[in-house]
């Protein structure tokens, strides 16, 4: 019998990305096949949340996964994309599984698979699904890489899926509109089963999918609510209420709303996953997202964040609001090529004093210079400068610096690991 075919996880990846002729491939036949090959179930054992939308996908896993680990649960969680390992896509009781177990997980899916053709996102997902399965955990953490109806974590039926935001992204993939966007995202909700969401303002076919499928769905600011109050909020349903919850520890007042609706997914299923109110509080001050408003601190503060469209932009705009800076705003700025740049230059115009923008590698790249033009056009302000990569961008950032400037490093999870990988170990 032959042996796996590679032994590295780096040479199993390479390959991976090979492999099938397109990179985005959505739809559930061919990984559906694979996974019922592995013995991998729609209904696995264990308890399923998905989470899908435009922003705040990787915030509410992260707040589930630092609540439910604190109630003591074996936790399994699967995201993406990844910072700088592939390893952190896949966790284990908020560990990143290591290569061998990976190398064995896609050994066991090539010899499944036979002559299908898998995309690299199929390989991840089924290469998390089987690794929970043998780790025999409680609760898993699904987040879904594009769309929803259409997505690879779609082949399992979600116990409860929550739905953060609607916007205008991926359009080539999901239509040109909210509406067709959120029929799409809700292609993750169930019959029978919670359907939470957390945008307040739904687009009609997120609703009109919901009621199709018969799903219960839990809308914000109708089935559940929150408020801040100081230092302080309270969260509420119709049959709870939770007063003087601690903030969540992430920036932003965004994350409110994220949390809220975590919450309303976590008590959606309180007959099969109970959680106490220690554990929420426990989870709320220790949850941690790397790179959502990331700050490193310093004489010259640095803030990182994968910020990569215009609604994310926003937000990032409103918190760096709360975050006044005795100094000038520097942003190193590079973006993906299919991505709305222009809406995130006019989100941000009026927050930065010096833009540094820089060209990423690959097919999808866009170049520092295009992106210098979109700015000039949507009226930023300030210096401005393209350079050849996010490195010397960084690099021209900081020599320039002043005691109590600040640099901020967004437009993409590819900038954001290109900038930390700048900064080794030292970060500097």
């Not at 409110?256 to 426990?282: D, Y």
Request: proline share 4%; hydrophobic share 45%.
């Amino acid at each position: 019998m032959a042996g796996p075919r590679f032994s590295t996880l780096e040479d199993w990846l390479a390959w991976q990305e090979r492999l099938h002729p397109r990179a985005i491939d959505l739809g559930l036949e061919r990984v559906r096949q694979v996974a019922q090959r592995l013995g991998l179930s729609a209904r696995p054992a264990f308890t399923v949340i998905t989470v899908g939308g435009t922003n705040g996908k990787g915030s509410c896993i992260a707040l589930l996964e630092a609540i439910l680990q604190a109630a003591g649960y074996k936790l399994g969680v699967y995201t993406s994309p990844h910072l700088l390992r592939y390893n952190e896509r896949i966790r284990l009781d908020g560990v990143a599984v290591d290569e061998a177990v990976l190398c064995e997980a896609f050994a066991r899916i090539d010899a499944a698979r036979e002559d299908i053709s898998l995309t690299y996102f199929e390989f991840g997902t089924l290469a998390a699904l089987s690794i929970f399965q043998q780790a025999g955990i409680q609760v898993a953490l699904l987040e879904v890489g594009l769309g929803g109806r259409l997505d690879a974590v779609n082949i399992i039926d979600a116990d409860a899926a929550l739905i953060t935001t609607i916007a205008i992204d991926h359009v080539e993939w999901l239509g040109q509109n909210r509406n067709s966007i959120g029929r799409e995202k809700a292609g993750i909700y169930r019959r029978g089963r919670p359907a939470i969401c957390a945008d307040p303002a739904p687009p009609a076919g997120l609703l009109e999918h919901a009621d199709a499928v018969d799903a219960l769905l839990y809308r914000v600011n109708r089935d559940y609510g929150f408020q801040r109050q100081g230092q302080q909020w309270s969260w509420w349903c119709e049959t709870i209420r939770l007063d003087a919850l601690p903030l969540p520890a992430l920036a932003g007042e965004h994350q409110l709303g994220n949390a809220a609706g975590a919450l309303m997914t976590l008590f959606s299923l309180a007959g099969r996953v109970p959680v106490a109110v220690k554990a929420i509080h426990a989870g709320l001050r220790q949850v941690y997202v790397p790179a959502r408003f990331q700050v490193v601190a310093g004489p010259v503060e640095w803030i990182l964040d994968v910020a990569h469209n215009p609604q994310a932009a926003v937000a990032l705009a409103a918190t760096l609001a709360t975050r006044p800076c005795t100094g000038r705003t520097r942003a190193v700025w590079a973006m993906l090529s299919d991505k709305d740049a222009a809406g995130v230059a006019s989100a941000l115009a009026d927050r930065v004093d010096c833009w540094y923008t820089a060209t990423l590698d690959g097919p999808r790249g866009r170049p520092g210079e295009q992106l210098l033009a979109i700015l000039r056009e949507t009226g930023g302000k300030g210096t401005m400068q393209h350079y050849p990569n996010v490195a010397t961008a960084c690099r021209q950032a900081w020599q320039e610096a002043d005691r109590g400037d600040r640099i901020l490093v967004f437009g993409s999870f590819h900038t954001v690991a290109q900038a930390l990988l700048w900064f080794g170990p030292d970060q500097k």
